[in-house]
Nanobody, 125 residues
Framework: QVRLVESGGGLVQPGGSLRLSCAAS????????MDWYRQPLGKQRELVAQ?????????????YADSVRGRFTISRANAAENKVYLQMNSLKPEDTAVYYC?????????????WGQGTQVTVSS
């Protein structure tokens, strides 16, 4: 069974940092994109950061929501691990949300989109 598992959420003071991790497990043949979304309480889920696989001859490309650009960094471990990180610095109370890992992959289950279970990030003094 293919699945995504997040870790690294928690409570942090404004200005602090957290690093989220997302690991994809199962028989995966290709990862096309891996993203982080977040959903504040009572609001819609929004894309925070995305990393696109550039393949052997191109580097990965990244995109960020305007609200996090310059503070958050998405990165991948080596391709064999199918793992992505979200380094969050200079956190603000408005970053408080459930953060979800999302991936578009080709696996033994076909080409599908997957979601993790979510991890809570709370920024508060």
């Amino acid at each position: 069974q293919v699945r995504l598992v997040e870790s690294g959420g928690g409570l942090v003071q404004p200005g602090g940092s957290l690093r989220l991790s997302c690991a994809a497990s199962g028989m995966i043949f290709m990862v096309y994109t891996m993203d982080w979304y977040r959903q504040p309480l009572g609001k819609q889920r929004e894309l925070v950061a995305q990393i696109n696989s550039g393949g052997m001859h191109s580097g990965d490309t990244t995109t960020y929501a305007d609200s996090v650009r310059g503070r958050f960094t998405i990165s991948r471990a080596n391709a064999a691990e199918n793992k992505v990180y979200l380094q969050m610095n200079s956190l603000k109370p408005e970053d408080t949300a459930v953060y979800y890992c999302h991936a578009h992959m080709r696996s033994v289950e076909g080409v599908k989109e997957y979601w993790g279970q979510g991890t809570q990030v709370t920024v508060s003094s």
